[in-house]
């Protein structure tokens, strides 16, 4: 497996610019969660990775060789979305559609997807069309998870599923990791849900990469200062704030970086991956 290069990429729509000079680089063995706020361009961003969207300027390489308009190396990536195998006739049943899967994609293990529907209670016989959101869902956590290619990217996968349904694709999705012969990119806004998941995080605000980096060295940053308004006040300036909040007359500071030294009338804590996650992507910084 060779490492997938985003490099420079941009893209507006119409005066609006979406993407803004995002660069990054994906490995071999590791699961990704991709992040940002509603509207942040996660799935505009998916998309040109997947030759979907054309952007304004940037390329992706894979193993130093860009992938747009090269079916060879696009067919070691898939997308999954609203539109993961394009022109979908939806009065097809969906055994036609594992049939298609396996003509674009030489590796597609058909055995795989059969064990995923039977675990999930997918039928091959029901038509596309008929299916319930959580259920397309299903579909297309099935041909996903079947693909055995190096970069699988989901887009908010588990739209419309129940609770034993989630914890059934972690499980089946970790299964495939474990082989070692896929990477996962996860967007999600269910930040918890994933954290016990993914290794390494992407966050993208404004258009713009904010962090790039592991969950442990993200979370071994992330820090909170607690304390009356007064001693707040005196302290923050001096401090790496990425956000605040207020219960009571307590006052407390998210902190993104080294250890927060601090009176002893201060309490220094620790935070989760999504409370790190919402201070660095809020309007406001006290």
Wanted: with cysteine.
């Amino acid at each position: 497996m060779s490492n997938l290069e985003v490099k420079q990429i941009q893209k507006k729509f119409g005066k609006k610019e979406v993407l803004k000079d995002v660069s990054f680089t994906l490995e071999p063995g590791h699961i990704y969660g991709l992040l940002g706020r509603n509207g942040a361009g996660k799935s505009t961003l998916l998309s040109i990775i997947n030759n979907r969207v054309i952007a304004k300027s940037g390329d992706v390489l894979l193993g130093g060789e860009s992938v747009f308009e090269n079916d060879q190396l696009l067919r070691q990536l898939f997308l999954v979305n609203d539109s993961c195998l394009s022109a979908k006739d939806e009065n097809q049943k969906i055994k036609y559609y594992l049939e298609t899967a396996e003509t674009f994609y030489p590796d597609f293990d058909r055995e795989q997807a059969e064990h995923l529907m039977s675990a999930f209670g997918l039928k091959g016989k029901q038509k596309l069309r008929k299916l319930s959101t959580g259920y397309r869902s299903i579909f297309n956590i099935v041909l996903a998870l079947s693909m055995n290619i190096p970069y699988i990217f989901l887009d908010e996968p588990i739209l419309g599923l129940d609770a034993n349904h989630r914890d059934l694709f972690y499980k089946e999705m970790l299964d495939v990791f474990s082989k070692g012969n896929t990477s996962f990119i996860i967007s999600t806004h269910l930040i918890e849900e994933v954290s016990h998941i993914i290794d390494s995080v992407i966050v993208l605000n404004n258009g713009t990469i904010e962090i790039e980096d592991s969950v442990e060295d993200i979370i071994n940053k992330a820090w909170t200062v607690t304390g009356s308004e007064e001693e707040i006040i005196a302290v923050k300036n001096d401090l790496n704030v990425v956000g605040w909040e207020r219960l009571g007359n307590q006052v407390t500071l998210y902190i993104y970086g080294e250890q927060p030294v601090v009176s002893d009338s201060l309490t220094v804590g620790k935070t989760t991956l999504q409370k790190i996650f919402i201070q660095l992507t809020a309007t406001e910084v006290a």
